[in-house]
């Protein structure tokens, strides 16, 4: 929720670009599925490190949050919730989704990185400050 306000008013992007990243806020969509589409579409062509297999502490992989990405349980009196379902998996799991949206919004190049227009983008929501850009997100 990159254009969420803490207690002090200040957005998460506007934190970043303070601090000289370059941030675009990818707009939520409407419908999850969307989403999910695209990372089931994006995984066919997808190279993991091997790192990204290793578990960090108490924190589950992200080919491990991916693996374990579950739809939400049929609830209380047996109505199936059209969710993910919200677990240790679910906020990994729903970075790459976001990644993913961003890929088919075209925010993102073939090679994963940010695309031209979009560094554009981010320059002038950044005021046209466009040195010491060190990253996308």
């Given at each position: 929720d990159g254009a969420h306000e803490d207690?002090?008013?200040?957005?998460?992007?506007?934190?970043?670009?303070?601090?000289?990243?370059?941030?675009?806020?990818?707009?939520?969509?409407?419908?999850?599925?969307?989403g999910i589409r695209e990372v089931r579409r994006l995984l066919a062509r997808c190279i993991f490190h091997e790192n990204c297999s290793e578990v960090r502490g108490d924190f589950m992989s992200g080919v491990g949050a991916l693996e374990n990405y579950r739809k939400a349980p049929i609830g209380k009196y047996g109505v199936q919730r059209d969710e993910p379902l919200h677990n240790e998996a679910s906020h990994l799991a729903d970075a790459f989704r976001y990644f993913a949206e961003a890929h088919m919004a075209g925010l993102v190049d073939r090679h994963g990185g940010a695309m031209p227009d979009v560094r554009r983008l981010a320059a002038a929501q950044m005021g046209g400050n466009r040195g010491k850009v060190r990253g996308m997100w």
């Open positions: 207690a002090g008013k200040v957005t998460y992007a506007q934190r970043l670009r303070r601090q000289g990243m370059n941030c675009v806020v990818l707009q939520r969509t409407k419908d999850t599925w969307i």
